[in-house]
């Protein structure tokens, strides 16, 4: 009889199958782009049920929170023209075809490779059973682990212990790899600030204030104060006989 893990990992790659195929099928670019999103939800679910919840929760927070709002957005905002995109479709179709053939091909000799790998079978351990007076003589910390290797799941004929995926990648990442993390941390950073020197444009109809003369300015350069006579322009009767007619 079918578990529910098994029953909602075959909904899970369903549902994630039927959204990749619409990706690609949809006729709207904004539909094809929420599609996206539902196949990343899914992949999320799948990555969720193998226990790897760390890989689950960077996909739904880079993928669709980041990286598929941002297309989105992009693709609402560009408006673009679905007859000129698919002018020449069928054109260049056969070599579409064929490198996705290849494609396919690699991917299923990758996969079936591993599928025959077999794994050597691991004997399990002797178990010694440590008596109760010798776990209360031990200090905490040894009896805790006596205890704790004693009590954790047989899986594969190996005793493991019960351990985060998060936490065990948070500390590899900033023990082992941190200067790696750091230097590409600085990439990025600049990329970032590049993208934005490159794409600042000035514009001759767009107001700009420069700080420095907002700095250096005085009280006697923000008004001036002119002279003037208190007298009254003369009287032109020619004129308001012109309006009134």
Known sequence: MMDVQSALFYVFSATMLFAAFRVITARNPVHA??????????????????RAEFLSIALVLVYVGAVMV????????????????RQ?????????????????????????????????????APSIAVPAAVVASMPVDVA????????????????????????????????????PVQIAALILLVALIAAIALTLRARKDSKYQNPAD????????????????????????????????
């Open 214 to 245: 907002q700095v250096r300015v005085k009280a006697r350069d923000r008004v001036a104060l002119v002279k003037m006579e208190a007298v009254k322009p003369p009287f032109a009767p020619a004129a308001e006989e012109e309006k009134s007619a």
């Open 33 to 50: 782009a929420l599609y996206l999103v539902l196949a990343f939800f899914q992949a999320s679910g799948i990555w969720m049920l193998l």
């Open 88 to 124: 020449g479709f069928w054109k260049h179709f056969p070599l579409a075809a064929t490198m996705g053939a290849v494609i396919a091909l690699e991917l299923a000799a990758v996969l079936l490779g591993g599928f025959r790998i077999s794994e050597p079978q691991m004997h399990a």
């Open 144 to 179: 805790s682990a006596a205890v704790g290797a004693a009590s954790a799941p047989d899986v594969g004929h190996v005793v493991v212990a019960q351990a985060s995926n998060t936490k065990e990648l948070g500390v590899l990442l900033y023990t082992e790899y941190l200067y």
């Open 70 to 85: 941002l297309f989105l957005f992009v693709v609402m905002m560009l408006d673009i023209n679905i007859d000129s995109i």
